[in-house]
């Protein structure tokens, strides 16, 4: 894992990369492969994590992160609402998992606890 003293990126996706630099060689790279996984980039300074409401706001950026990539579609189209729900999910969970900031993990387990029980 790569970290800066100046941004971390978090990159949604079911592959999830955690480098301000590897941004920067993704964007020169040759055109994406139509069948990757859609991924998107969260740029953020640990500062922001140590401030208060910090962990909060940046979880936020990341669930409304992660329904712009999955989008929302309609409940009465099961099939493709329990798709983007899992693609959210996991995108989260992910996001969650490679930025591996404590404050930020306990906000998760608390939501997802929330959630399911």
Not at 25 to 54: H, K, R
Not at 95 to 111: F, P, W, Y
Request: with cysteine.
């Amino acid at each position: 894992m790569f970290r800066s003293n100046l941004k971390w990126c978090a990159v949604l996706g079911l592959t999830l990369i955690n480098s301000g630099a590897l941004v920067a060689g993704v964007a020169g790279a040759a055109a994406p492969d139509p069948q990757a996984p859609p991924t998107m980039v969260l740029q953020f300074s640990p500062e922001t994590l140590a401030q208060p409401g910090g962990a909060e706001r940046l979880y936020a950026r990341i669930q409304q992160a992660a329904h712009v990539m999955c989008g929302t579609p309609d409940v009465r189209d099961l099939p493709l609402y329990f798709k983007a729900q899992r693609c959210y999910d996991t995108a989260v969970d992910n996001a969650v998992a490679r930025i591996n900031e404590s404050s930020l993990t306990a906000l998760h387990r608390s939501k997802s606890r929330a959630v399911s029980g």
